[in-house]
C-alpha cells in the first residue's frame, strides 16, 4: 500500500493511513507516486516507503538527427534508391534543405551521340566536315561510311545566301572525300 495505488473509488488515498483525501494531495517528491493527507502521514510513512521508492525512469531520448553531411547523404541516398531517378532527385533537393544540407544539383548529363558507322556512343564525336549532321567516333569509321554517307551529304544552305540560290545550284562534281589523318 505504500505506493497508494490501492484505491477502488476512483479518488485519492492516503498511502499511510488509507483514509481519502479531499483537497489538497501531497506526493512523494521522489517517486511522485505516493500520495498522503499531511506531512504527518508522509513522514511516518517514509521509513517504509524509502524501500520501494525510486525516481521514474527518465524517457528514452530520440536520437538525434546525424550532423554529419556524409551521414546525411547516405541516408537520403538509401531512401530514394530503387525510385524514378527525377523523384529521387527531387526528394532529395526536399530533404537537403529541411536538414540543412547543401546538395550539388548534378549536371544535366548530354544525350549520348551514337557512330553513324558502328552506332557506337562517341567519347568526343567527330563531325562530317561538309553537312556537320553525322557524328563518328574515329577517323577510321568515318572513312568506312563516307561511301554510303556521300550520297545523302550536301552543304548546310549558309543563313546569309538567299535561299533561291541554293535551290538552284545543285552540286554537279562528286562530293570531296575527307583528309586523311
Known sequence: MADGQDNTDGG??????????SGQVSRCGVCKKATYCSRKCQQEDWRFHKR????????????????????IKRQMDELTKDKDPK?????????????????????????????QSCQKPCAKPLRCGKCKQVSYCSGQCQKEDWRFHKRLCSTPPSSTAPQEKTEQAEPTAAPARPRAN
Open 87 to 115: 523523384l529521387a532527385a527531387q526528394m532529395q533537393q526536399m530533404m537537403a534543405g529541411m536538414m540543412g544540407v547543401e546538395t550539388k544539383p548534378e549536371p544535366e548529363k548530354l544525350p549520348e551521340v551514337l557512330c
Open 12 to 21: 485519492s488515498a492516503c498511502s499511510n493511513c488509507n483514509s481519502s483525501i
Open 52 to 71: 520501494i521508492c525510486k525516481a521514474p525512469a527518465p524517457e528514452p531520448a530520440t536520437p538525434s538527427p546525424p550532423t554529419d553531411p556524409d551521414e
